[in-house]
C-alpha cells in the first residue's frame, strides 16, 4: 500500500538529508576522517538510554545485550572490516535529557547511528534533530504507533520493533476466541501506553468483544490499589495492561494480594521476564503479546539464546532481543551500502529483509517499519514448575503490522 502523503514527504526530506551529507563531506580531507576510512578506528554507536530512573531495568538489558553485541560482532571481524564499540549515556527517561545526552554524542564523540533509547518520549524528542546531525536511529523499543506515521517520521528514523499498535493487534486477534466477552484497560499515563491502549480499545471491539474502561496511572507510580478497586469494579471479564518498567512489577504484586487474577482474565500488550520473575508462579496464567519471546524455535534465536545464557546466566527479556534484532538490521544496511555515509546506509535499509531473532523482518520502504511476526503466549508452568511463556499463537508479519503511515489496520 502507498502512503500519497508520506510518499511526497519522504522524498523532500531525502533532499535535506543529501544536503546535510554534502556539507559534512567537506571536513573529509582531516586526519582523523582518513583514518577511520582506512579502517583504524572503530564505527561508534550511540546509546542514549535509561541506566537509572523507573525504566532502569530495560536500559541494564539493553547494556547487557550491547556488551553481549559488540563482543560478537567483532570476534567475527566487525562490521566493513572494521570494530564496533557502543558509547553509554543515562537519559533517566527523560526527553529532555536524551536530546541533550545524544546531541553531546553527536558534537562530542562524532556519532551517527544511535539505538537504544527506550522511551517512546524521548525518541519523539530527537527525531526532528536526525537529519540536522546527519544521524540514523533504528529503534529497538519505542512502541508508540505514531512514531511511523507522517505526524513525527523523519527518513533517518527506523523502528525495528514491534509497536504498541502491533502488539495489541496480534492480542485483539488472539481474544476474539476467547470466552471473555468485556475488557478494562490500565495503563501508563505517556505515549507507549495511550497508543497500547487506544490500539486495544478500537481492536478488541473489532473483535467482537466489549470495551467498558480505562485508566491511567502516572509513571512511577507505587500504589495501585485505588486503580485496581477500579478495574474490580468494572465489572469487566479481563482487564488489559500497559505498564512497564518498575510500575508493572508494583501492578502485579498488588494484584496479587487483591487476587485480581482469580476474578477476571489479565492480559498484556507486552509480557517481560521481570513480570515472571516478581510474580513468581501467581504469574501463570498471564496471557500476553510477546515482542520477543526466547522461546522461538529457529536456528538464529537459538544460537542467540544459548550465548545469552552463557553470559548473562539468565534469559533474555523482550529488549535483548530486539535489540539483538535492531543492530542486525542496522549492520545488514551497512553491509549492503558498503558505506557509513548515512543517505546511503537509509537507501539501503529501506525495502531490505533481515533474518534475525524472530525470523524475516521486512522494513518498508513507505513508511520505515519494520514488518514483524506477532506473537501471543500464556504463562505456564514449565517442566521444572517455573513460569514460562509459552506460545499460544504466531500471526504472519502482513496481518501484525499496522497500513503504511498508520496505526490502523484495514483487514
Not at 304 to 318: Q, T
Not at 319 to 337: C, H, N, P, R, V
Request: proline share 4%; aromatic share 10%; with cysteine.
Amino acid at each position: 500500500m502507498t502512503n500519497t502523503k508520506f510518499s511526497k514527504f519522504k522524498n523532500t526530506s531525502r533532499r535535506t538529508v543529501l544536503k546535510h551529507s554534502a556539507a559534512g563531506a567537506v571536513v573529509l580531507g582531516s586526519p582523523a576522517i582518513l583514518s577511520e576510512a582506512l579502517g583504524e578506528t572503530p564505527i561508534k554507536i550511540g546509546i542514549p538510554t535509561t541506566i537509572t530512573g523507573t525504566y532502569a531495568e530495560y536500559g541494564s538489558h539493553v547494556q547487557r545485550t550491547a556488551k553481549l553485541i559488540e563482543k560478537e560482532v567483532n570476534e567475527k571481524g566487525g562490521v566493513l572490516g572494521r570494530p564496533i564499540k557502543f558509547l553509554f549515556e543515562d537519559t533517566q527517561g527523560d526527553p529532555k535529557n536524551c536530546l541533550r545526552k545524544t546531541q553531546e554524542l553527536v558534537e562530542r564523540d562524532g556519532v551517527k547511528l544511535f539505538t537504544g533509547v527506550v522511551v517512546s518520549s524521548e525518541a519523539r524528542a530527537i527525531m526532528p534533530k536526525l537529519p540536522k546531525w546527519d544521524a540514523l536511529f533504528i529503534s529497538h523499543g519505542n512502541g508508540d504507533g505514531r512514531l511511523t506515521t507522517p505526524k513525527f517520521l523523519v527518513p533517518n528514523f527506523f523502528r525495528a520493533n514491534t509497536s504498541a499498535p502491533m502488539g495489541s493487534r496480534s492480542l485483539s486477534l488472539f481474544l476474539g476466541k476467547s470466552e471473555a466477552k468485556s475488557f478494562y484497560a490500565i495503563a501508563s499515563d505517556y505515549s507507549w501506553g495511550h497508543s497500547s491502549v487506544g490500539s486495544f480499545e478500537k481492536q478488541i471491539q473489532a473483535a467482537g468483544k466489549k470495551f467498558v474502561g480505562k485508566t491511567f496511572a502516572p509513571q512511577g507510580n507505587k500504589d495501585y490499589s485505588t486503580y485496581i478497586t477500579k478495574i474490580l469494579q468494572s465489572g469487566a471479564d479481563g482487564c488489559f495492561v500497559a505498564l512497564g518498567g518498575d510500575s508493572v512489577r508494583a501492578f502485579y504484586s498488588q494484584a496479587v494480594q487483591y487476587r485480581l487474577s482469580a476474578k477476571m482474565k489479565l492480559v498484556t500488550g507486552m509480557i517481560g521476564q521481570s513480570v515472571l520473575t516478581t510474580l513468581g508462579k501467581d504469574s501463570i496464567g498471564i496471557v500476553g503479546a510477546s515482542r520477543y519471546p526466547y522461546t522461538l524455535d529457529n536456528p538464529e534465536n537459538k544460537a542467540f539464546v544459548k550465548r545469552f545464557v552463557a553470559e548473562n546466566g539468565v534469559f533474555p527479556d523482550w529488549t535483548d532481543g530486539e535489540l539483538y534484532q535492531a543492530t542486525q538490521g542496522m549492520f545488514t544496511a551497512i553491509e549492503k551500502a558498503g558505506s557509513l555515509k548515512t543517505s546511503k546506509i537509509i537507501a539501503a535499509a529501506e525495502g531490505l529483509d533481515v533474518t534475525s531473532v524472530k525470523g524475516t523482518i521486512h522494513f518498508r520502504e513507505c513508511d520505515h517499519q519494520a514488518e514483524n511476526p506477532g506473537f501471543v503466549v500464556e504463562v505456564k508452568a514449565g517442566t521444572n514448575g517455573d513460569p514460562e511463556p509459552q506460545l499460544q499463537s504466531i500471526f504472519d508479519r502482513k496481518i501484525s503490522t499496522p497500513d503504511c503511515g498508520k496505526t490502523t489496520f484495514s483487514s
